[in-house]
C-alpha cells in the first residue's frame, strides 16, 4: 500500500491510496526446465502415441530376438537366460511410461485406450506365449500394409483432378486444321460474364438434348447467372432492384439493376448499404440521377475477412424532382452470403487431426433428425451439403452393420479447420437413423455456422438418381 499527495482542479490537496496485490502465479516444478530427449519430451507433454508405437516395437523385437535365438544353436539354458533378461528390460521400459501416465507429473489426463494398449504389451511379454506373439506380429503387419495400401488409394483419388491439370497445363494442345471454332471464343469476355457456351446451349435446346447438362433438369440453372441473382424489391414498387451475388474468394461484388418504374425523374438516387458479420463496405456507390422509365447499373465491392455467414441489407434513398424536399426510402431484401462459397473439402493425417480436435475449444453437438433410413445415405447427404470431406477409409465403411462412427474434415480459403464427428445408429424396424454430429472449430461463428448447416440438410431428403433403364421401366 501506498500514499501519495495530489493537488486538485481548485488547489486543495488530496490524498490518493493505491493497494498493490501481487498475482499469484502458476507454481511450476523444476521438472519442467530440464531439457530431455525427443521421446521423452514428448511422454512428459502428455503425448503417449510415441509411448505405444515403443511397446509395440519392443514386443516385435522380443519375437525377432526369439527366433534367431533358437536359429544359433545355442543351449536352451542360455536362450531362455537371455530372453528372460531382454524381456525384463522391456517390460521395465513399458512399466516405467506406464508408471508415467498414471502419476500427477503430467499436466494433461492420458487416453485411457493408450494404456491399455500398452498394459496389453506388457501382459504379452511377461506370458512370453510365442504362438500369441507371433499372430500379434503377423497381424501388425498385415493391418500395416492395408493402411498403407488405403493412404496410397486416397492420396492418389485427391491428387487425380490436380495431376490431370497439371499434364494439361504443360502438354501443348494440337488442333486441327479443319476442327470447328466455339462462337464463344468471338465474344468479348469481363469478369461478370459466365463461360457458358450460348451457342451449344441455343442448338442443344432446339434440339432437345440436355446431355452436356447431365441427368438433372436442375443443372441448366445451377450453371447460369439465374442462381445468384437475388430480388432486392418488390414489382410494384416505385424502384425494382435485384443483384448479382458474385463471390470470388477474398470478396463480393455486388452487380445491382435498378430500374425506375415512375413517370418522375429521380435525383440523388443512391444504394446505402451495410453488411453484418465479418464483411466491410470498400466504397460507398455513388448518386445518380435516373429519368421516367431509365434503369442503370450498379456495383458495389465488399471485402471478406472470415468464412461465416455474412448478411447485406440497406436501402435506395432518392429524391423526386419537382417535389418539395421530400425524400424517398425503399427497403432492400437482406443477402444472405452462403458459408458454403469458402468451405472447400481436405484431408489430413490422424495425428494432426486428433490434436486439433483436442486444442479446439468451441464445440457444437447437432441432434441428428432426419427422415433418411440408411447410414451411409446419410453421410452422403451431408458431405455433400457442407463440402466436407469423410476421413474413415472406405474400407472400414464396408459391409453392414447397425451403427457408423466417422470423421469429417474441411478447411475454409481462409486457413480456418472445420471437424466433425457423426456417430450415428440404425433402430430396429424401418425407424429413421438416429444419433448426433459433433463439430469443432476454433472460432465460435464457425462451429454455429456450420451447426446450422446440418440442421438445414437434415430437413432436405437426398435426390435418388434415377437411371436410363429404371426410366424406360417406369
Known sequence: MGHANKVTADGTYATQTALTSAKPTKRTSSLDN????????????????????????????????????????????????????FAAECMLIIASMINLAKSDLLHHSICPDLIDRMWFCLQALANKDLSFLKAMQAMCRDKLIEMISSQDAERREIDKTGESLVQVRSAPKIVQPDSPVHFSLLSSKTEMSDLIDRFDLTMSQALGDSSMFGKDKNDLFSTSKLSKVTQLTGFSDPIYAEAYVHVNQYDIVLDIFVVNQTSDTLQNLTVELATLGDLKLVEKPTPLTMGPHDFTN???NIKVSSS??????????YDVSGAAGECNCVVLNDIHIDILEYIMPASCSRSHYRKMWNEFEWENKVTVNTKIKDLHSYLNHITKNTNMRCLTPTEALQGDC??????LYAKSIFGEHVLANICLEKPPGNEPVTGHVRIRAKSQGMAVTMGEKISAAQKQMPVVEVTDNEALND
Open 308 to 317: 461465416e455467414n455474412g448478411i447485406i441489407f440497406g436501402n435506395i434513398v
Open 298 to 300: 450498379i456495383k458495389a
Open 34 to 85: 530440464i531439457k530431455r530427449p525427443t521421446l521423452q519430451a514428448a511422454l512428459f507433454a502428455a503425448d503417449f502415441m510415441p509411448g505405444v508405437v515403443l511397446s509395440v516395437a519392443l514386443v516385435k523385437v522380443f519375437c525377432r530376438l526369439s527366433e534367431s535365438l533358437k536359429q544359433s544353436g545355442k543351449s536352451r539354458d542360455e536362450i531362455i537366460r537371455k530372453e528372460n533378461s
Open 402 to 407: 447397425d451403427y457408423l462412427c466417422v470423421t
